[in-house]
């Protein structure tokens, strides 16, 4: 599995950013996925994450009610919209998928992309 980022950028304080992440290859045995993020200095913290069927969420307390996480399987991609983006969000953005190999649990990173909040 492949997965590649894209749609990060530098956007003012307040504003919005779309990430995507575009899923190739095995990508039947994906089950969740994730977004991560890491900010210079600090460790890769967990954003957001979907189940496989995108029915169930969870959010991390500090990006509550501004990002919303979806996917949509039949482009095998995910996508992160980030609302009322704040200084505290800037950071390199990596998104998470598992899978299941042969009976494995697999874990796939994509390369990240770069957010950058501005005042």
């Known amino acids: 599995v492949q997965l590649v980022e894209s749609g990060g950028g530098l956007v003012q304080a307040g504003g919005s950013l779309r990430l995507s992440c575009a899923a190739s290859?095995?990508?039947?045995?994906?089950?969740?996925m994730g977004w991560y993020r890491q900010a210079p200095g600090k460790q890769r913290e967990l954003v957001a994450a979907?189940?496989?069927?995108?029915?169930?969420?969870k959010y991390a307390d500090s990006v509550k009610g501004r990002f919303t996480i979806s996917r949509d399987n039949g482009k095998n991609t995910m996508y992160l919209q980030m609302n009322s983006l704040k200084l505290e969000d800037t950071a390199v953005y990596y998104c998470?998928?598992?899978?299941?190999?042969?009976?494995?649990?697999?874990?796939?990173w994509g390369q990240g992309t770069q957010v950058t909040v501005s005042s």
């Open positions: 998470n998928a598992l899978g299941v190999v042969a009976g494995t649990w697999t874990e796939y």
């Open positions: 290859g095995s990508t039947f045995s994906i089950n969740a």
């Open positions: 979907i189940t496989s069927g995108g029915g169930s969420t």
